[in-house]
Structures are given as C-alpha cells and as structure tokens.
C-alpha cells in the first residue's frame, strides 16, 4: 500500500488493516471519591470493590478473548493497590496515568499540573512502570500540557476529541463523550445525554452495547482509530458487565477476521508518531465540560 503525502495512513500498524481500536480503561479505587470529598472520613482505603471485585473480572475476560487494554489509573493508586497495578502490567497491558487523585484538569495553574504530573510519575516509576500515556480527568488539556508531558517522556496524550494525530511531539489518541459508559449510566451526564435524545435518563446497557457496535462497523468503514472507554467502578452490575463483554467479543472477531489492529495505546501511538506526516490536521479535541 502506498499513501499521499500528508493523507491519512492507508491502513495501521504493521500489517496495514483497515482501522485501528484500544480497550481502555478509567479510574480505580477511591480516587476519585477522596478528590470530590465523597468518601466516608471513618472508612479505611484499600478494598473497593472496583479493585477488589470488578478488577479481576475485567482481567479475565480480557485474558479469554486475547486482547490487550490500557489503564489509565490515578497516581494515589500506586500507594494503595502497588500489587494491582503490577498485574495489570504482568498480565501484558498498559497502565497509563490519570492525575493524582482525578482532579478536574483542565485550568489548572501551570505549577500545579507539573506537580501533579511529576509526583504521579514518580510513584509510578517506583513501581517500574513508568507511565507514557495520559488521560487528563475531565478529558481536556491545559494550553502548557503538551510541554509538561514531554518533558517527562510521556508520547502520548489521550484527551476527549476525534481523529488520532500529533500535538507538539505527542501522539494524540482522543476518545468520544457520548461512546463511554458514563455517558449512559452517571446522573452527572444528563445534560449532555439531555441535548442529544431529549431526556436526562440514564441509558441501559443494551443501549451502550448497540451503540459500541455501530461504532466499531462505521470506523471499519473509515478506516480509523477508536478508543473504547469503560470505568471499572461501573462495570459490576451484570447486566453492564454483559453489555461490556459483548462489545469486546465484537471487537475480537473483528481482530479475528484481519480487520483491526487492536492494541494498548503506547503502541498505536508510537505508529503515529512514526507517522506523523500522514496525520496532519486530523485531530479535532472536544471542549465539552463534563
């Protein structure tokens, strides 16, 4: 296959297949919750039900279809579950970083976001798993993000957006608001669900489900990249749990039949950058607040 100067790539990855898709996955433990001050003072860290419960079972399913996914964590966690994060990456995926505690990040002073950004780092280096990806809580970057990444060794960045492509030496792997689970489920995002179908309800997961899969036949067709995006914390419902590993049996068959390159996303996002003229100007990020 040959491509045009400055066109997008004619297929991905090594073996050139007509699109591209990660597995990832948002948040653990009680991160989240100690940043938005919802966790009980008097009740002790170490044992949510997301690590402890919902975890194990993610890994499994993803160890029985062969797939490899990227974890997006918060730093805290490295201080909480170190022996989760380990098998996460024992088990052949990707940790990447999450913020320290999910704080919101988009406005953020420049000091604060390099502190951030270096004590997570840290404790995640401690660990040896140094972080190359980064998915900013809120899923949009500060003007100086780009800068403070790299300055790290970080190669990629993972905001809210459309059309895998580089900003300033990153690969940039952006995912969609309304493709995620929390958009179905989470009261939070009734707005938005509000402006697209006329009501705030929470959707169910057969809902999710038919729309992952319609998603994944449109970016076969367009021969682009998706990033898949679920939050463990809400996958213990079984009914949710079923609507997740339905999406990744459609996945597996579409990797099964030589359609889609699916990969961590450190991989995908070393091609592009190994790519990058192909990938001019085809990255639109999302400003939607969340």
């Avoid at 990855?13 to 003072?41: C, H, I, K, M, Y």
């Avoid at 052949?92 to 390099?114: I, N, S, T």
């Avoid at 319609?214 to 809400?234: D, K, M």
Wanted: aromatic fraction near 10%; charged fraction near 25%; include cysteine.
């Amino acid at each position: 296959m040959s491509d045009a100067p400055g066109s997008a790539p004619a297929g991905w990855g090594p073996r050139r297949l007509r699109a591209a898709v990660s597995v990832t996955f948002d948040n653990l433990g009680e991160a989240a919750d100690l940043e938005r001050g919802l966790w009980p003072a008097d009740q002790p860290l170490g044992n949510h039900f997301s690590v402890r419960r919902v975890l194990p079972r993610i890994l499994d399913l993803l160890d029985g279809l062969n797939l490899r996914a990227t974890f997006f964590v918060e730093g805290l966690n490295a201080r909480i579950y170190p022996e989760s994060l380990l098998e996460i990456a024992a088990r052949g995926h990707e940790v990447g970083y999450h913020g320290w505690r999910h704080e919101y990040w988009a406005g953020l002073d420049p000091a604060e976001e390099a502190r951030l950004l270096e004590r997570g780092v840290g404790e995640l280096d401690g660990l040896g798993l140094r972080p190359r990806g980064f998915r900013p809580p809120g899923g949009r970057l500060n003007p100086g993000s780009p800068r403070l990444l790299g300055d790290l060794g970080f190669t990629y960045c993972s905001p809210a957006g459309e059309g895998a492509g580089t900003l300033e030496g990153l690969a940039v792997l952006p995912f969609a608001w309304r493709l995620i689970d929390a958009y179905y489920y989470l009261p939070r995002f009734g707005a938005l669900r509000r402006s697209d179908t006329g009501s705030d309800t929470p959707l169910p997961p057969a809902r999710l489900r038919k729309a992952l899969d319609q998603v994944l036949g449109e970016n076969l067709r367009r021969g682009g990249y998706l990033s898949l995006l679920f939050h463990p914390f809400l996958e213990d419902q079984e009914d949710r749990f079923a609507a997740l590993r339905g999406s990744l049996e459609k996945l597996r068959s579409l990797v099964e039949e030589g359609a889609v390159w699916c990969a961590p996303c450190h991989e995908i996002a070393s091609w592009v950058r190994e790519h990058s003229g192909r990938f001019r100007n085809q990255t639109r990020l999302d400003p939607t607040e969340t």
